[in-house]
């Protein structure tokens, strides 16, 4: 089994910057693709960035040249640097990562979610 713990959400005021933190624990073998994804009140969850093990990334238009995905193989952790925040970024962030075993069969894993909130 495999724990994803995100940390570093909270309130800032537009035109400010987080980070988030995503660190992976358990069983791992590989940790593959990573990702964060949010999801706003009412609304469904959307992708808000992906980075592959080899540090290949992509993002949404909504947060591109603001966000910025990366990753420390290391110690199993992906990171999103938010700058130039706007109110319609808030929304609750989750962490999502693709993990291989030894049989090379990949799972599935969310972290619990943390809120993000953009307001004056």
């Known amino acids: 089994q495999v724990q994803l713990v995100e940390s570093g959400g909270g309130l800032v005021q537009p035109g400010g910057s987080l980070r988030l933190s995503c660190a992976a624990s358990?069983?791992?073998?590989?940790?593959?693709?990573m990702a964060w994804y949010r999801q706003a009140p009412g609304k469904q969850r959307e992708l808000v960035a992906t980075?592959?093990?080899?540090?290949?990334?992509n993002y949404a238009e909504s947060v591109k040249g603001r966000f910025t995905i990366s990753r420390d193989n290391a110690k199993n952790t992906q990171y999103l640097q938010m700058n130039s925040l706007k109110p319609e970024d808030t929304a609750v962030y989750y962490c999502?990562?693709?993990?291989?075993?030894?049989?090379?069969?990949?799972?599935?894993?969310w972290g619990q979610g943390t809120q993000v909130t953009v307001s004056s």
């Open positions: 980075i592959t093990s080899g540090g290949n990334t």
């Open positions: 358990g069983s791992i073998f590989s940790l593959n693709t």
């Open positions: 999502y990562a693709r993990v291989a075993d030894s049989r090379r069969y990949e799972y599935q894993y």
